[in-house]
C-alpha cells in the first residue's frame, strides 16, 4: 500500500481491533490513503493477515509499536486504542497530522464530568477543549475544519441522529426519552472477556450498565445542545447474541400538537440529501440485518397507541457507521476529499 502518489499518508493506531479491522477493509480500496503504519501492542511484529486473515495480500505493513512509527511521515491518523490510553499519544503527535480518535476519550466536552465519569482527570485537557465532536451530519463545517475529531460511541449515534433533529425542531419534549438498545458482541471489543464466550452469550439477552453505561452523559450533552436546555435520558444498553449492529428502540413524547407523522416529515426532511442517513416510510421498521457492513443509518418512526406519544427504531452496523465507517466519512472531509468516498458499499444481505 505505500507509495501511492498524492494521497494521505496514514497510520492505523490500534489496528488490531474491530475498528482497526474495518479501517482497513474500508481504506484499502480507498484511492485517496496510503496506509504507511499499523501498530499493534500484543501484536507487534506480526503482519496484518496473522491477525485478520482476510485482510492478506493487499501489501500493508507490519504491525509494529506506537514508538516505532515515524509520524513525521504521516499525514492522518485513525487511533482505535483503548479508552483511557489515547489521551497522551495523541497530546504527543505533530501538530501538522489530523486525527480522528474512536476512543471515548474526547467525546465530553467537560473536563468535571469527564472525570466523573471515568475515574480520573482528563490527562489532556488542552486538546479536550480543541476536539469536535465528530457526528458527521449535525457538525459537518466544523469537523472540516478540525485537527481533532472525537468520532461518537455507536450507541449515541444510534440515539443521536434520530433525537437531535427533533428537539431542534421542539417537535418533542425534553422530558420522558426512553432509550432501549441492543447490540451485538463487537461492540465489546476483541479482548477476551468471560461475559463474551460464546456460552455465555448466545441464546440469550441481557441488560447492563444500567443507569451507569458511558455513553449516557455523551448522549445528554449533544441532546442538551440540540435543545437549548439540559436533556436527561433513560439509556438502557443490551447485549444480543449477534456479530455486530444496533437497534435503539426510542420511546418519545409529542410535544403539543404534534404526531408521530410530524415526526417522520420532520427527519425526511432534515435528512432528505444525505447520503447515508435514510428515514423509512410510515408503517416501515428496520431492522439491523438492513444495514450490515454499509455506513448507513436507518430511521422509522411508528404510532405506540398511546396518546401523545410516538416509537422511533434507528438501526446501524456499530462498527461501521457506529465506528469506522464515521471516523473516514469525518476524514474524508478533513483531508478535503468527497464525503462519501471509499464509503459506497450496499450493505451485505442475507
Known amino acids: 500500500m505505500t507509495g501511492k502518489p498524492n494521497t494521505i499518508r496514514t497510520a492505523i493506531l490500534g489496528a488490531s481491533g474491530y475498528t482497526g479491522a474495518e479501517l482497513l477493509r474500508f481504506l484499502t480500496r480507498h484511492p485517496g490513503y496510503d496506509i504507511r503504519a499499523l501498530t499493534a501492542e500484543r501484536q507487534a511484529g506480526k503482519p496484518i493477515d496473522a491477525v485478520y486473515p482476510h485482510l492478506g495480500g493487499m501489501g500493508l505493513p507490519d504491525l509494529v509499536k506506537v514508538e516505532?512509527?515515524?509520524?513525521?511521515?504521516?499525514?492522518?491518523?485513525?487511533?482505535?486504542?483503548?479508552?483511557?490510553?489515547?489521551?497522551?499519544?495523541?497530546?504527543?503527535?505533530?501538530?501538522?497530522?489530523?486525527i480522528v480518535d474512536l476512543s471515548a476519550d474526547f467525546r465530553l466536552e467537560d473536563g468535571e464530568t469527564y472525570a466523573e465519569w471515568y475515574g480520573h482527570p482528563h490527562r489532556a485537557p488542552e486538546l479536550q477543549k480543541e476536539a469536535v465532536y465528530g457526528l458527521t451530519e449535525m457538525y459537518r463545517d466544523a469537523i472540516r475544519a478540525a485537527r481533532l475529531v472525537a468520532n461518537p460511541g455507536c450507541y449515541t449515534t444510534t440515539a443521536e441522529l434520530p433525537l437531535m433533529p427533533l428537539l431542534r425542531a421542539g417537535a418533542i419534549s425534553t422530558e420522558d426519552i426512553i432509550i432501549d438498545a441492543k447490540s451485538g458482541v463487537s461492540g465489546a471489543g476483541r479482548a477476551l472477556k468471560e461475559s463474551m464466550l460464546f456460552a455465555e452469550a448466545s441464546e440469550g439477552i441481557h441488560a447492563y450498565g444500567i443507569a451507569g453505561h458511558r455513553h449516557r452523559p455523551e448522549i445528554e450533552q449533544e441532546l442538551s445542545k440540540a435543545a437549548g436546555q439540559p436533556v436527561e435520558v433513560s439509556f438502557t444498553p443490551h447485549l444480543m447474541p449477534m456479530n455486530r449492529g444496533i437497534l435503539a428502540t426510542i420511546y418519545v413524547r409529542l410535544a403539543d400538537g404534534r404526531t408521530p407523522g410530524d415526526l417522520r416529515d420532520t427527519l425526511a426532511n432534515h435528512y432528505a440529501n444525505e447520503a447515508f442517513v435514510r428515514v423509512l416510510p410510515a408503517g416501515a421498521v428496520p431492522a439491523t440485518r438492513h444495514v450490515r457492513g454499509s455506513n448507513h443509518c436507518l430511521i422509522g418512526v411508528s404510532e405506540t397507541g398511546l396518546?401523545?406519544?410516538?416509537?422511533?427504531?434507528?438501526?446501524?452496523?456499530?462498527?461501521?457507521?457506529?465506528?469506522?465507517?464515521?471516523?473516514?466519512?469525518?476524514?474524508?472531509?478533513?483531508?478535503?476529499?468527497?464525503?462519501?468516498?471509499?464509503?459506497?458499499?450496499?450493505p451485505v444481505f442475507p
Open 68 to 98: 516505532d512509527v515515524d509520524f513525521s511521515g504521516i499525514d492522518a491518523v485513525f487511533c482505535g486504542l483503548p479508552h483511557g490510553t489515547t489521551q497522551e499519544i495523541i497530546q504527543a503527535l505533530p501538530a501538522h497530522v489530523k
Open 307 to 346: 396518546r401523545g406519544r410516538a416509537v422511533i427504531v434507528s438501526v446501524l452496523d456499530n462498527l461501521v457507521k457506529g465506528a469506522s465507517g464515521q471516523a473516514i466519512q469525518n476524514m474524508n472531509l478533513m483531508v478535503d476529499f468527497d464525503e462519501t468516498s471509499g464509503l459506497e458499499n450496499a
